[in-house]
């Protein structure tokens, strides 16, 4: 087995050396002999058959272009070295692809409508309560005034009109059903149908 390794050893040293040299088909080796543990490592990465041949092309550019200046220090260890850069690139192009759909996701997040009113539409909505007020007050019979702005303008609950009032649950929900009715008539007949 130690024969094995230092052939091996040598061998990869070797190879380094060629690619140092410029030797192209050097390059072209170690594409072929790492190409499918590469992509493997980045696909367990990545998760995506199309983005594991992209980042595999730059993995081996870098690999390539440190072998070239001399960064692979110890030859013999380049089968370490192309696992290392191939996984540190499929890192990277997650971090890289994650910033971006944070910064997307951010960007996006001013489209988002703020849920509070507008102030105009607070505006148009204390002008429709003002005509709301005043229609109601301009209906002939006290007790649907009176029904009508405790249910639905003080939002007071239906039982205490009731005790207040005298009345059941049933004979509540008649007359508020005809105060609305005169109500909405009026409306009509003043502002017109919305």
Same mark, same amino acid.
Request: charged share 35%; aromatic share 4%; with cysteine.
């Given at each position: 087995? /130690? &024969?094995?390794?230092?052939?091996?050893?040598?061998?990869? *040293?070797?190879?380094? #050396?060629?690619?140092?040299?410029?030797?192209?088909?050097?390059?072209?080796?170690? &594409?072929?002999?790492?190409?499918?543990?590469?992509?493997?490592?980045?696909?367990?990465?990545?998760? %995506?058959?199309?983005? *594991?041949?992209?980042? %595999?092309?730059?993995?081996? #550019?870098?690999?390539?272009?440190? @072998? $070239?200046?001399?960064?692979?220090?110890?030859?013999?260890?380049? %089968?370490?070295?192309?696992?290392?850069?191939?996984?540190?690139? !499929?890192?990277?192009? @997650?971090?890289? *692809?994650?910033?971006? =759909? /944070?910064?997307? !996701?951010?960007?996006? !997040?001013?489209?988002?409508?703020?849920?509070?009113?507008?102030?105009?539409?607070?505006?148009?909505?204390?002008?429709?309560? =003002?005509? @709301? $007020?005043?229609?109601? /007050?301009?209906? #002939?019979? #006290?007790?649907?005034?009176?029904?009508?702005?405790?249910?639905?303008?003080?939002?007071?609950? =239906?039982?205490?009109?009731? !005790?207040?009032?005298?009345?059941?649950?049933?004979?509540? /929900?008649?007359?508020?059903?005809?105060? *609305?009715?005169?109500? =909405?008539?009026?409306?009509?007949?003043?502002?017109?149908?919305?």
């Amino acid at each position: 087995m /130690n &024969v094995v390794s230092v052939s091996n050893e040598t061998e990869l *040293t070797e190879l380094v #050396k060629r690619i140092i040299a410029g030797d192209s088909a050097a390059e072209e080796e170690v &594409v072929r002999r790492y190409n499918q543990g590469v992509a493997i490592i980045i696909d367990q990465i990545v998760r %995506s058959r199309s983005v *594991t041949e992209d980042v %595999s092309q730059d993995t081996f #550019k870098i690999v390539l272009a440190k @072998v $070239r200046r001399g960064d692979l220090r110890e030859p013999e260890r380049l %089968s370490g070295f192309v696992c290392s850069v191939a996984r540190n690139t !499929a890192l990277d192009y @997650v971090r890289r *692809t994650r910033h971006l =759909k /944070n910064q997307e !996701a951010i960007g996006n !997040a001013e489209q988002i409508p703020d849920p509070a009113p507008s102030q105009l539409d607070q505006v148009l909505r204390q002008e429709r309560a =003002k005509v @709301v $007020r005043q229609l109601i /007050n301009e209906l #002939k019979q #006290k007790r649907d005034r009176d029904l009508l702005l405790r249910y639905y303008v003080a939002e007071e609950e =239906k039982d205490k009109i009731c !005790a207040d009032l005298g009345l059941t649950r049933a004979q509540f /929900n008649n007359v508020i059903s005809r105060a *609305t009715a005169r109500f =909405k008539e009026l409306y009509v007949r003043k502002i017109g149908e919305s």
